[in-house]
């Protein structure tokens, strides 16, 4: 029997161990997506305990404390940090099989050297040592990022963000980490909110721009992406329930904005004609402004309407969806690549059913302008798993050149979550190693050691086109 998380978890055969020891864990993170504050970071943020850094807005954890009916007080509430993390060390003692239970117990063992398993009769033990070691000096939110070895963070910043910390962030020389901001546009594609307007009204604000037509939206975000570029952002990330694809005429376009903006209903055709608009405009200007584009989707979020009223969105009642029209992508990206060509695209479903569907989809539209221009994305949210991430790189492999794939994200709002890193790097090694020990493939370090290497860091910083060294 293996010891528990060692040196070697997760890697079952010879030639895996070689390929994560000598070349995945020798290399940089490389965080091309994530959720966490660049004030906190310019701030260089200290905890006061470990509940603060690991519950404090991680939905992840909140489900399963609510599916181990731990009540509301504990998870979201008002009961004390320590009450908090206790009840999650309750919780974690059932979590066989999760992610959790391996990203929790590499965080303990990384940034605090805590190899006890952590449950209710060791909880007050580890809150201590760990509590005790955040208080040092090198605990801080910087110094948690240097530990994990990261060269550079992309956070998600709305249009309207100013991006301060940013800036004050770049001119910091003590701090060699790049921060950058990524656009996500969400609040301004979805027209079917009931605060959209509210929302135009602070993109006027922030673009200096009055907001009367559909031309005149197109202009103020045109003018808000040129702020961004100027501030160092070269991605854009869109959240979308499915990449929709319904074309309609300018005038059309014009009157379901002026629709809106009278405060009358629009119908769901209306909305959707609308979103494909936006998006095919927004795909044109990071094709001229060289950025990479995200699209997330496959999410139905918020289903718990009176949780949702309670607590807001991103609070752990979010479900995979299967109404994507594969179609629909295909002729969104066909149409952009008509319009001016398409940008470096990365493509995400939350619907591991996808992933075949997402394999031959960018087979279609690879062209000279980048290696693996088109990529299939990590498994995400809820596809982060050992099996999920099996799953999608075979189906890559399968179908396309796994070689090429830019990695792993964190998707993360914890400056705790790097470990995540290694944990996909862990199971990429013993996929390959498998394959290796097999014989499906040579073990032969000079071919090995650029795809290990690549996929763990290289790969995402010539793709970004990041100002990094490749290791």
């Not at 099989?97 to 965080?107: I, K, Q, T």
């Not at 060699?176 to 901001?181: A, K």
């Not at 609308?274 to 990071?286: E, P």
């Not at 370090?445 to 990041?466: C, D, H, M, Q, T």
Request: charged letters at 25%; one cysteine or more; aromatic letters at 12%.
């Amino acid at each position: 029997m293996k010891k528990f998380m060692d040196e070697n978890f997760l890697l079952e055969t010879e030639c895996a161990k070689d390929l994560f020891h000598n070349y995945a864990s020798q290399v940089p993170v490389l965080d091309y997506h994530c959720h966490i504050d660049p004030q906190e970071i310019y701030e260089d943020r200290k905890f006061d305990n470990i509940a603060q850094v690991w519950l404090g807005g991680d939905h992840y954890k909140w489900r399963q404390m609510r599916s181990n009916g731990i009540d509301e007080y504990y998870i979201t509430g008002d009961a004390s940090d320590w009450e908090k993390f206790e009840k999650y060390a309750e919780t974690l003692e059932k979590a066989i099989g999760n992610p959790l239970f391996h990203w929790s117990h590499l965080e303990l063992q990384r940034f605090f050297g805590i190899d006890t398993v952590l449950s209710r009769k060791t909880a007050k033990e580890i809150w201590d040592k760990a509590n005790a070691m955040l208080q040092q000096d090198d605990m801080s939110v910087r110094n948690l990022i240097k530990k994990s070895n990261v060269t550079l963070i992309c956070t998600t910043d709305d249009p309207i963000d100013d991006l301060k910390w940013h800036k004050l962030i770049k001119e910091d020389d003590s701090f060699d980490v790049q921060v950058l901001p990524a656009w996500r546009p969400d609040k301004a594609v979805n027209i079917n909110k009931p605060d959209y307007m509210e929302y135009i009204a602070k993109l006027e604000k922030a673009s200096g721009m009055q907001i009367e037509s559909f031309e005149d939206l197109k202009k103020a975000l045109a003018n808000r992406m040129d702020f961004f570029a100027q501030n160092g952002c070269t991605v854009a990330d869109h959240g979308l329930d499915y990449v929709m694809y319904v074309p309609a005429s300018d005038d059309e376009i014009e009157a379901i904005f002026a629709k809106k903006k009278n405060g009358e209903t629009l119908t769901n055709e209306e909305v959707t004609k609308f979103k494909t608009a936006i998006m095919l405009f927004l795909a044109k200007q990071n094709k001229k402004h060289d950025w990479v584009m995200q699209l997330h989707y496959g999410c139905k979020r918020d289903n718990n309407t009176k949780m949702f009223e309670k607590l807001g969105p991103d609070t752990g009642f979010d479900c995979i969806s299967n109404e994507a029209p594969g179609s629909q992508l295909a002729d969104f990206l066909n149409a952009v690549n008509m319009d001016g060509g398409l940008p470096r695209t990365i493509i995400y479903s939350l619907n591991p059913g996808d992933d075949e569907l997402i394999g031959t989809i960018v087979g279609c539209f690879q062209d000279s302008d980048a290696i693996g221009k088109i990529q299939q994305g990590s498994a995400w949210w809820f596809n982060d798993t050992k099996t999920g991430m099996q799953k999608q790189m075979t189906s890559l492999a399968n179908l396309g050149l796994l070689g090429n794939f830019v990695g792993m994200l964190t998707d993360s709002r914890s400056f705790l979550s790097y470990p995540r890193h290694e944990y996909f790097r862990r199971i990429m090694c013993n996929l390959i190693g498998g394959w290796v020990e097999n014989g499906e493939f040579p073990n032969d370090p000079e071919l090995l050691a650029p795809i290990v290497k690549g996929i763990s860091y290289n790969n995402a910083v010539r793709y970004f086109n990041f100002d990094l060294e490749q290791k």
